[in-house]
Nanobody
Framework: QGSPAESGGGSVQAGGSLRLSCGLS?????MGWFRQGQWKEREGVAT????????FYADSVKGRFTVAHDTVNNTMYLQMNNLKLEDTTMYYC????????????????????????WGRGTQVTVSS
């Protein structure tokens, strides 16, 4: 079944928008967007659960990014608005099983270790 595949990265000026897409490779309970800058740990940006659609956002992107899932095409999106210089990095999509789901908070956990299948990433560059 392969791996998920990201697209939609690119270069944009600060304040601009981009929409990332992730062609998912299988049916899993949890899906997420992560990003990793050089010399930094991979950060969970946004997650969404397949059933119920519960979402999580990192504080750094709340109010600017929106995660969504198209069930018909099994594609996940990340709409990124009001982009900032510090959003520049590689973005990855990932798929995780039910073990990634936090039943108490009803969200998919933004922990890298909870996800099994990963895309190769797409670069987002924000310039001034």
């Amino acid at each position: 079944q392969g791996s998920p595949a990201e697209s939609g990265g690119g270069s944009v000026q600060a304040g601009g928008s981009l929409r990332l897409s992730c062609g998912l490779s299988r049916i899993t309970a949890c899906m997420g967007w992560f990003r990793q800058g050089q010399w930094k740990e991979r950060e969970g940006v946004a997650t969404i659960s397949r059933t119920g659609g519960g979402t999580f956002y990192a504080d750094s992107v709340k109010g600017r990014f929106t995660v969504a899932h198209d069930t018909v095409n099994n594609t996940m999106y990340l709409q990124m608005n009001n982009l900032k210089l510090e959003d520049t990095t590689m973005y990855y999509c990932a798929e995780g099983f039910f073990s990634a789901y936090d039943a108490r908070d009803r969200i998919c956990r933004p922990a890298e270790s909870a996800y099994v299948y990963w895309g190769r990433g797409t670069q987002v560059t924000v310039s001034s």
